[in-house]
């Protein structure tokens, strides 16, 4: 039998993982294995992370331009996932937009390792101009998207500044997880912020005439 049919058979062997995803994973598992062991970011040079990965620093190449790329997408891998918004309402896409953020604070506070990483990334303005482009932006942009299409369908004012709206949206949830380390991250945090602020944000109602 020749390769092909045998790669066309439908009862063949299942294929594993691509190779290219394989590779990614151990180089992001290295990264994270030098930080546990108290490796700081200035010294994570490529040639150390390649060999602890076990690749070729031009495999790393490849796939990253630098370090502080790759160390982003680190911090990516140790984040919760971007939230997939339900769409019924502002309210329940901007819930689970906070959402994400709470648990991203608690994620933080129970890992060191995590901790440790958005503290030294935050004292490397490279890595963290790198982590707000292809992070923090994305995510806002989602949020102010989300503000605006509540204007339009009338879930909001629509004198109401959008992009003033979401950092006192975001601004709670980052000072409980990011200033003040001990403060409560409640189960239904999320909820109680959202409907805190649009209680008094929704259109008025034209009185009867």
């Not at 995803?21 to 108290?38: F, P, S, T």
């Not at 963290?128 to 989602?142: K, N, Q």
């Not at 102010?144 to 709206?165: H, K, M, S, T, Y």
């Amino acid at each position: 039998m020749s390769l092909a049919d045998s790669q066309s058979r439908p009862d063949g062997p299942a294929r594993g993982r691509p190779r290219s995803e394989v590779v990614e994973r151990a180089i992001v598992e290295g990264v994270m294995r030098l930080l546990e062991e108290g490796v700081p970011l200035a010294e994570l040079s490529i040639e150390r992370i390649a060999r602890t990965a076990g690749v070729g620093k031009a495999t790393i190449y490849r796939r990253w331009s630098g370090k502080e790329e790759l160390f982003v997408d680190v911090v990516r891998t140790a984040e919760p996932p971007d939230p997939e918004l339900p769409g019924t309402s502002m309210r329940d896409d901007l819930i689970a937009l906070l959402e994400q953020l709470r648990q991203r604070g608690l994620m933080t506070r129970s890992s060191a390792i995590l901790h440790n990483v958005y503290a030294q990334m935050k004292s490397t303005p490279k890595v963290w101009a790198a982590y707000h482009a292809s992070v923090v932006e994305p995510r806002r942009r989602l949020q102010v998207e989300v503000l605006r299409r509540g204007q339009r369908d009338g879930e909001l004012r629509a004198d109401v500044d959008v992009e003033l709206l979401n950092d006192i949206l975001v601004g709670p949830m980052l000072l409980r997880t990011v200033m003040r380390p001990d403060a409560d991250l409640p189960d239904g945090l999320a909820e109680q912020v959202v409907d805190t602020l649009l209680e008094g944000l929704r259109p008025v109602s034209s009185p009867p005439a």
